[in-house]
C-alpha cells in the first residue's frame, strides 16, 4: 500500500477516537455506554473542524469568484475573509491532547529515529510501532479501560505513522492550502479563504517529526545543514518547508495541494475572469501560434490560465512542458512533462529551468511551455520564440502588461550574456505577441484585467497597444464592495489578427468593438 493510501485507510478511524477519551475528564458517566453518543458528538466537531475556523465557517457557503459556483468541490477564488478568529480549544481536546501527548513522546523517544528508516517496510514498520506502543501504555500505567487504551494505541500510531494534525486538512478536498506557521499556528485556504484551522502540534519537536517524514519519503532531507525544502509530493502537491533558525518562530510548512480538477474554460468565464469573446479571442492566438506571456502577481491564477490556455493547442502536435514542479495537467496525448531539480545535498545534479529549455530545443518541440520565467532562461525562451517555436507560452511575475515587458529585460540580464538593452528590448518585441495580464481585483476576483499586443520597438522603446483593457472607471459596488467594471475591448484590432484570416480563422467581427460607451458611468 501506498503512503496516502495507508493514511487514508487510518484516516477513517480517527474521528471517533477524541471524544471517548475527554469522558475520563470531563464526565465520570458510564464511559462504554456514552460512546454512541460521543461519537455523534464528535462527528459534529469534525465537521466543524474542517470547516476551518468552526462556526464562521459551517452553514454559509463560501463563495469563490464565481459567485457561488454549481461545481461541488469550491474551490479558492478570493482572500477576503482573512484571519478569522482563531477557534477555541476545547477542554475535551486538552484532555485528549495530554494523554495522548505523553504516550506520543515516549513512543518517539523508542522508535523516532526508525520512522524513517527507508529498510523497513511497512509492515515492519507498523509492528514495531505496535509493539513499542503496547509497552510504553503498559509503563506508564494510563488510567484507561480496555477500549480506550485500543484507542489511544490506534491514534497515536496514526499520529506517529500518518501526518498527524495535517492528515484531516489533507483529505478534505475543500482545503486547497495548508500554511503552518510552527506548532499551534495552522491556517488553511479553504472555499477561496484563509482562516485559521484549529489543528495543531503537540510541540515543536512534534512538527519538525511531521515535516521530516513529508520530505523523506520523496527522499530529500530536512536538517542544520539543509533548512529549507520545496519538494512535490506523490499526489502532486506541492510542499515547501524551513526549519529553525532561518524560520524564527518554529518550523513553518506551506502546503499548496494538487488541483485534482483543473479549471477549463469554462469556469474560468463562469467566474467572470474572462468574457466569453476573450475566450474565443485568446483560443485563436493559440491556434495560430502567437507567442504569449501570462503577467500577474502571485496566486493570481498565471498557472491556471496558462493550463487553459494550454488547452487550446490542437491535438497532435508535440508540447514540452517545462517547470518547477509538475502543475499544468495537458489533456493532449503528445506531451512531455519536465520538472527542474535543486542540487541534492552534496551540492551537486542541480538541473535549472534553464538547462531544460535549452534542451528541449533537441526535442523537436512544436510548442514549448514554460510554467514560469524567473531567471536566465528567459533569454533562452525568448530566442526560441524567435527561431521557429513561435507558439510558446509562459508567465512572469509582474503587475501590468508595461512591467512584464521591464520585468523579461530584466530577467534576460540574469542570464549573465552582457547583451546591450537595446538588443534585449528587440529580442523581448520580436519574441512576444500577445500579453494576457492578470490581477487579483480589491474585491477579491481574478480577473484578466488586459489583453495587450505586442507591437515592436520604436525608438529603444517596446510599443504596447491594449486590445482588452479593465474598465476601474464603472465603480465599485457600495453595498457589496464589487467592482461594477468589466474588462472591455479597448476599439483597437490588433495587427497579429491579420495573422487569423490567413489561417482561415474566423473571429466574430464584435469582438473589438468598444462596448457601448457610458454604460459604465465614469
Ligand atoms: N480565475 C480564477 N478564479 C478563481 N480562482 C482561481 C482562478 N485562477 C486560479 N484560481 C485559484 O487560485 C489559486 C492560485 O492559482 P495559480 O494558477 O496557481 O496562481 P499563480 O500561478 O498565479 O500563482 C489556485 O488555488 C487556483 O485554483
Ligand atoms: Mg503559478
Not at 529585460?409 to 495580464?437: C, K, N, Y
Amino acid at each position: 500500500m501506498s503512503l496516502s493510501d495507508r493514511i487514508r485507510a487510518k484516516q477513517s478511524t480517527v474521528p471517533a477516537l477524541l471524544e471517548p477519551f475527554a469522558a475520563p475528564a470531563a464526565a465520570s458517566g458510564p464511559r462504554a455506554g456514552s460512546a454512541p453518543t460521543a461519537h455523534a458528538t464528535r462527528t459534529d466537531a469534525a465537521a466543524g473542524a474542517t470547516a476551518g475556523a468552526g462556526s464562521s465557517n459551517t452553514g454559509q457557503t463560501a463563495r469563490p469568484d464565481d459567485g457561488g459556483a454549481s461545481r461541488p468541490a469550491v474551490r479558492p477564488g478570493s482572500l477576503t475573509a482573512r484571519h478569522a478568529a482563531p477557534p477555541e480549544a476545547t477542554p475535551t481536546s486538552d484532555a485528549l491532547a495530554k494523554v495522548k501527548d505523553r504516550a506520543a513522546n515516549a513512543l518517539f523517544d523508542r522508535v523516532g529515529a526508525r520512522l524513517s528508516d527507508p529498510t523497513l517496510s511497512e509492515d515492519q514498520l507498523h509492528a514495531l510501532v505496535r509493539s513499542e506502543l503496547n509497552q510504553v501504555v503498559e509503563e506508564e500505567k494510563l488510567p484507561l479501560t480496555g477500549e480506550e487504551r485500543k484507542r489511544l494505541t490506534r491514534e497515536v500510531k496514526d499520529d506517529i505513522l500518518g501526518l498527524g494534525p495535517l492528515q484531516r486538512l489533507l483529505d478534505d478536498e475543500r482545503v486547497t492550502e495548508i500554511m503552518v506557521n510552527g506548532p499551534d499556528l495552522v491556517y488553511v485556504e479553504q472555499d477561496g479563504k484563509l482562516t485559521r484551522s484549529p489543528a495543531r502540534f503537540t510541540s515543536e519537536e512534534h512538527l519538525r517529526r511531521i515535516i521530516e517524514r513529508i520530505v523523506s519519503k520523496v527522499g530529500r532531507r530536512i536538517d542544520d545543514s539543509s533548512p529549507l525544502v520545496d519538494a512535490r509530493l506523490a499526489d502532486g502537491s506541492r510542499v515547501n518547508a524551513v526549519i529553525p533558525p532561518l524560520a524564527f518562530s518554529g518550523s513553518s510548512l506551506t502546503i499548496r495541494k494538487f488541483a485534482k480538477d483543473p479549471f477549463l474554460v469554462d469556469d474560468l468565464i463562469r467566474f467572470g475572469t474572462m468574457s466569453p469573446d476573450m475566450a474565443v479571442l485568446l483560443r485563436a492566438c493559440v491556434e495560430a501560434r502567437l507567442n504569449i506571456v501570462v503577467s500577474g502577481g502571485t496566486g493570481t491564477g498565471k498557472t491556471t490560465l496558462l493550463n487553459v490556455l494550454s488547452s487550446f493547442i490542437p491535438e497532435g502536435e508535440r508540447i514540452v512542458t517545462i517547470e518547477d514542479a509538475v502543475e499544468l495537467q495537458l489533456q493532449q496525448e503528445h506531451v512531455v512533462q519536465l520538472e527542474s531539480r535543486p542540487p541534492n545535498t552534496e551540492g551537486k545534479g542541480e538541473v535549472t529551468i534553464r538547462d531544460l529549455v535549452r534542451n528541449s530545443l533537441r526535442m523537436r518541440p512544436d510548442r514549448i511551455v514554460v510554467g514560469e520565467v524567473r531567471g536566465g532562461e528567459s533569454l533562452d525562451m525568448l530566442q526560441a520564440m524567435n527561431t521557429g517555436h513561435d507558439g510558446s507560452l509562459s508567465t512572469v511575475h509582474a503587475n501590468s502588461p508595461r512591467d512584464a515587458v521591464a520585468r523579461l529585460e530584466t530577467l534576460v540580464l540574469m542570464a549573465g550574456m552582457d547583451l546591450p538593452l537595446r538588443a534585449i528590448r528587440e529580442q523581448v518585441a520580436s519574441a512576444v505577441d500577445v500579453i494576457v495580464q492578470l490581477t487579483r481585483l480589491r474585491d477579491g476576483t481574478r480577473r484578466v484585467t488586459a489583453i495587450t499586443e505586442v507591437h515592436g520597438l520604436e525608438g529603444d522603446k517596446v510599443t504596447l497597444q491594449d486590445a482588452f483593457v479593465f474598465d476601474y472607471g464603472a465603480g465599485v459596488d457600495a453595498v457589496t464592495g464589487k467592482f461594477l467594471g468589466a474588462t472591455v475591448a479597448t476599439g483597437m484590432r490588433p495587427r497579429f489578427t491579420d495573422r487569423f484570416a490567413d489561417l482561415g480563422i474566423a473571429l466574430p467581427p464584435h469582438i473589438f468593438a468598444t462596448p457601448a460607451l457610458g454604460r459604465a458611468s465614469r
